[in-house]
Antibody, heavy 124, light 109 residues
Framework: QVQLQESGPGLVKPSETLSLSCTIF????????WSWLRQPPGKALECLGV???????????NYHPSLANRVTISADMSKNQFSLDLRSVTAADTAIYFC??????????????WGRGTTVTVSS | SFELTQPPSVSVSPGQTARITCSGD??????AYWYQQTSGQAPVLVIY???KRPSGIPERFYGSSSGTMATLTISGALVDDEADYYC????????????FGGGTRLTVL
């Protein structure tokens, strides 16, 4: 059974960088695509980006257009982890952050395994 | 722009059929995906590629799509089905990215 576990600080100061990691259990990072998503309090889900770590597009990372200039998703194959860096955070970045495994049939993306999520608050 | 619209809430009695809609021009060409999120939990995929159920999802969850609207139908809704439901699709007009609907709160009581 595939499980994902998010880790990282729960409190980040405004203007600093939010950094989270997702450890993959029961699967190899080489086998699929991987994603970070978030959910602000009381709001809908938002996909921050998708990291392609398998197939012919391996090495590609596609980001949400509104966040592309602030976000980086990267992988550490030796640790079977992938990570999120979100720069210059504001209170609007306060959210539950989820990592997920992504399936990609016919250029679609959908998330078939999710981590439990980690709450990040941006506050001084 | 690529937008998906869901009703904020749907309410049914136990045993009734719940229908949750997701509308958007892109759905005439793109698959819809549905996620269930019970309170405080991570989302769970319940329908993919408009109509397919992942392993372990009960048969009472049924997905359909016609024109610019996708529908998640829950037949014989249970109290345990009370949750927020989100539809999604992928905008592939440029760099691909996932778009979610605003979510629908299903109340079963």
């Amino acid at each position: 059974q595939v499980q994902l576990q998010e880790s990282g600080p729960g409190l980040v100061k405004p203007s600093e960088t939010l950094s989270l990691s997702c450890t993959i259990f029961g699967d190899s990072i080489n086998s699929a695509f991987w994603s970070w998503l978030r959910q602000p309090p009381g709001k809908a889900l938002e996909c921050l980006g998708v990291l392609h770590y398998s197939g012919v597009t391996r090495g590609t990372t596609n980001y949400h257009p509104s966040l592309a200039n602030r976000v980086t998703i990267s992988a550490d194959m030796s640790k079977n982890q992938f990570s999120l860096d979100l720069r210059s955070v504001t209170a609007a970045d306060t959210a539950i952050y989820f990592c997920a495994r992504v399936q990609s049939p016919q250029y679609d993306y959908y998330m078939d395994v999710w981590g439990r999520g980690t709450t990040v608050t941006v506050s001084s | 722009s690529f937008e998906l619209t869901q009703p904020p809430s749907v309410s049914v009695s136990p045993g009734q059929t719940a229908r949750i809609t997701c509308s958007g021009d892109a759905l005439s060409k793109k698959y819809a995906y549905w996620y269930q999120q019970t309170s405080g939990q991570a989302p769970v995929l319940v329908i993919y590629e408009d109509t397919k159920r992942p392993s372990g999802i009960p048969e009472r969850f049924y997905g359909s799509s016609s024109g610019t609207m996708a529908t998640l139908t829950i037949s014989g809704a249970l109290v345990d089905d009370e949750a927020d439901y989100y539809c999604s699709a992928t905008d592939t007009s440029g760099i691909p990215y996932v778009v979610f609907g605003g979510g629908t709160r299903l109340t079963v009581l």
